[in-house]
Nanobody, 125 residues
Framework: QVQLVESGGGLVQAGGSLRLSCAAS????????MAWFRQAPGKAREFVAA????????YYGDSVKGRFTISRDNAKNTVYLQMNSLKPEDTAVYYC??????????????????WGQGTQVTVSS
């Protein structure tokens, strides 16, 4: 099992940047595909980005491509989401997710077994 704790959310103006972090427990972090999802009020959970076990491959949702960057540091058991050029429509609770067997290009939240508690990101116009 792995436990995930997100941090780094907050309030930012449109056009600004934020960096989210997700710290994982355990000594097997490098075995997990890691991803970020988000959920806005009244909307379904949306795939944001995923990263392979080694960090060598990444995959992004269309709405964030070119603006967000996912990365990981396996020595620190941490995955990051650098968010640039933020828009009001990026406002949501952002969740970190992990799974041993997820395909990198899956966008289904049901394919991920482990979740953090979420961190709020609010982008003002």
């Amino acid at each position: 099992q792995v436990q995930l704790v997100e941090s780094g959310g907050g309030l930012v103006q449109a056009g600004g940047s934020l960096r989210l972090s997700c710290a994982a427990s355990g000594r097997t972090f490098s075995r997990y595909v890691m991803a970020w999802f988000r959920q806005a009020p009244g909307k379904a959970r949306e795939f944001v980005a995923a990263i392979s076990r080694s960090g060598g491959s990444t995959y992004y949702g269309d709405s964030v491509k070119g603006r967000f960057t996912i990365s990981r540091d396996n020595a620190k058991n941490t995955v990051y989401l650098q968010m640039n050029s933020l828009k009001p429509e990026d406002t949501a609770v952002y969740y970190c997710a992990a799974d041993l067997y997820a395909v990198l290009t899956t966008t289904a939240s049901s394919d991920y077994d482990y979740w953090g508690q979420g961190t709020q990101v609010t982008v003002s116009s």
